[in-house]
Structures are given as structure tokens and as C-alpha cells.
């Protein structure tokens, strides 16, 4: 075996046995450090990094309250300026960088912009295993953008509502599908009045603003009739009193069903029902600013629900092969991040989970006006 060859695998192999066993990696861990070097370009970056936090917060508004803050944020800037480094050379199809969350530790990353319970649920008692569809003739390229059943990115900020929006996103893509309209429907609704549990599992509740999962939030619409609109039930982002109005229903839903861990099926129910839910480990998400996200180690306990509005066929994967197929996810932390509010990541293998937590709406219940 050639030498060149041999340490690539020695190198992989280590990451292998250091990674698959960690949901996260700390941007300090020792053997990261050790089997990834930095190399001049980071170093360099450091030498700089006071430059790149001015730049940071006149991007992206950031001020302090205290000195005190300020300089803590700063050691944290310059932590995920080390860890955006390493995020590239781990995942080199993807640009990796800073982003509006470069201020934030891991930890306050994860508690205030995911929110996705993370056991793994039964199901509820309305949802349907999706049956399974022909997959002979997809297309090798779709995209519900190009077709009028995707709405805008919108920002669920420092509230892990992220369960809620790809409800809703899903939802108002099957409502589009069975109606021609593309409404913007109200995600504050479920983060204030859902409260939906899988009755085996007692912290498995909806939570508003700490959490929840998609499957349980389309019980809850099936239960309570429907959903209204984002512009009578508009988003606050932090959790409030339920102020929901039977009168001001505009879809809901009547049928929804978990789709197989297999994703040429998951193409076919994206195709055919519209957009679907979807849970992601979001270990990757934090850093990234555009490309096709295929990294070789990523843990797959789900952590973030997103929308699948569509997938690709020629996303480049040096090493693994070229022309390696995506999924297009929509995202719910503005357009200010990854590409315009978007987050391209390999299709196939279930990388980061995205294939394991699937849904679709395949039924719509309109509204009788």
C-alpha cells in the first residue's frame, strides 16, 4: 500500500474512532487537534481574529453590555474560528466559517436555537406508516421552489421552535399542493397551544420555546381543527398565552404518515405530497456558510427539525466519489445564514439522521368558507 494512501486511512480511522462515539466534538479536544492540523492558514486567522470580530459584529448588529462580555465573546469568537477550520477540513465540500453564531458556545447554541426532543418516540396515535411508492421514474433533480409551495426563510430566533416551522413548513406546502395558495401559516399558534405528548414517553411534550417534535405538533392540528394564519397569529418568539381562534382556521390536517428510512422513498413522498418535516443532527449547521455538506463523521441523535423541499444529483464529494446526490433543506434561522436560509447535505446513508425522522402531510383539511 503506498505510504500516501496508508496514513489518509490511519488519519480517517482515528477520526472514525474519536468521533462516532461523540454527538459533538469540543473545539479543544486534544486527539482533534493532534490528528487535524491547524496549519499556517489558521494561525494566520488568529493573527487576525480581532479583525474578523469587528467585521462579525457590524455584519450582524452585535453589541455588549460590558466590557466583560465583550471579551468573553471574543474568546468564543476565536474558539469557533478554531473550529470552523477544522469543520473544513472535516467537511470539505461545504465552506465552513464564521456565521451569526460565531459568538456562541456549542452549548448556548444548541439550548437556544435547536429544539428538537431527542428520544426516540413511538408514534402518535393518528400518524400512518407512509405505504410505499414507485420510484422508477423520479426526476434526477426537483425542487418545490420551482414550483410555488415554498414560502419564505423565516427566523425563529433565540426560541427552539425549530419543531414548529417544519411543521408548518411541511404543512404549507400540502396545503399549496391541494389548493394552489401558499399561505403563511402561524408557528406561534403551536409554540403557545400545542402542548401534544406521545403518551409513552413523559417528557416527550411539546414545549414551546424548549422544544418539540413534528410528529407530535400534526396531532395536535389533526386534533385542534387546524392552524391559522401567521398574519392573524403572528410570531413573537418566546412563549406565551394560547390565543387561538377556531373561526380563523385556514388548513389543517386530516392524514399524516412517518415515510420509511430509505431515501429513494423519501424522494418519492417529497415529490408526490409536497415538502416534508425532517429531523437533523445540526453539529455541522453551526458553522456553515454554503456547498454541499458531506462530512465524514456525524453523529445521527437528532437535535433541529427542518423542511426537505428538494434534492440534487451533482453535489462533488472528493474521496467518497464525485457526483454524489443531496437533499436542499430549508431552514429556520433567517437568510443571513448558509445560502440565503438554505443547507445543502448529502443524500444517501442517512448523514446527520436526515433520512431517519421523516414525515409527510398527505392529507389537507381545508377550510369550509
Not at 474519536?18 to 489558521?42: H, K, M, N, Y
Request: some cysteine.
Amino acid at each position: 500500500m503506498a505510504p500516501l494512501t496508508f496514513s489518509l486511512l490511519l488519519t480517517l480511522s482515528i477520526l472514525s474512532s474519536a468521533l462516532a462515539s461523540t454527538q459533538s466534538f469540543s473545539a479543544d479536544d486534544p486527539l482533534i487537534r493532534q490528528v487535524v492540523s491547524e496549519g499556517a492558514e489558521a494561525v494566520d486567522q488568529l493573527l487576525h481574529a480581532d479583525q474578523h470580530f469587528t467585521l462579525f459584529k457590524s455584519k450582524y448588529s452585535k453589541t455588549y453590555p460590558t466590557q466583560e462580555e465583550h471579551d468573553y465573546r471574543f474568546s468564543v469568537f476565536k474558539a469557533n474560528l478554531r473550529r470552523a477550520k477544522r469543520n473544513q477540513l472535516l467537511d470539505p465540500t461545504a465552506v465552513h466559517g464564521v456565521t451569526k453564531f460565531s459568538d456562541l458556545t456549542p452549548e448556548e447554541f444548541e439550548r437556544n436555537y435547536l429544539g428538537l426532543h431527542k428520544q426516540r418516540l413511538k408514534l402518535p396515535a393518528d400518524a400512518q406508516q407512509a405505504p410505499k411508492l414507485p420510484t422508477s421514474d423520479l426526476p434526477a433533480d426537483f425542487d418545490w421552489r420551482e414550483h410555488g409551495a415554498v414560502g419564505a426563510v423565516k427566523d425563529q430566533g433565540s426560541c427552539g421552535s425549530c419543531w414548529s416551522f417544519s411543521t408548518i413548513g411541511a404543512l404549507e406546502g400540502a396545503h399549496y399542493l391541494a389548493t394552489g395558495e401558499l399561505l403563511s401559516l402561524s408557528e406561534q399558534q403551536l409554540v403557545d397551544c400545542d402542548h401534544e405528548c406521545d403518551p409513552a414517553e413523559r417528557n416527550s411534550c411539546d414545549s414551546g420555546c424548549n422544544g418539540g417534535l413534528m410528529n407530535n405538533a400534526f396531532e395536535y392540528i389533526l386534533k385542534a381543527g387546524g392552524v391559522q394564519t401567521e398574519k392573524d397569529y403572528p410570531y413573537t418568539g418566546v412563549d406565551g398565552r394560547c390565543k387561538f381562534n377556531q373561526n380563523g382556521i385556514v388548513a389543517g390536517v386530516s392524514n399524516f404518515s412517518v415515510v420509511s428510512l430509505d431515501d429513494d422513498q423519501i424522494a418519492a413522498n417529497l415529490v408526490k405530497h409536497g415538502p416534508l418535516a425532517v429531523g437533523i443532527n445540526a453539529l455541522w449547521m453551526q458553522t456553515y456558510i454554503k456547498g454541499v455538506s458531506c462530512p465524514y463523521i456525524c453523529g445521527k441523535s437528532l437535535d433541529h427539525g427542518v423542511v426537505l423541499v428538494g434534492y440534487g444529483a451533482a453535489g462533488y464529494a472528493p474521496i467518497r466519489l464525485k457526483d454524489k446526490p443531496y437533499w436542499i433543506i430549508k431552514n429556520s434561522w433567517g437568510e443571513s445564514w448558509g445560502e440565503d436560509g438554505y443547507y445543502k447535505i448529502c443524500r444517501g446513508h442517512n448523514l446527520c439522521g436526515v433520512e431517519s425522522m421523516v414525515s409527510t402531510v398527505t392529507a389537507v383539511h381545508l377550510n369550509s368558507e
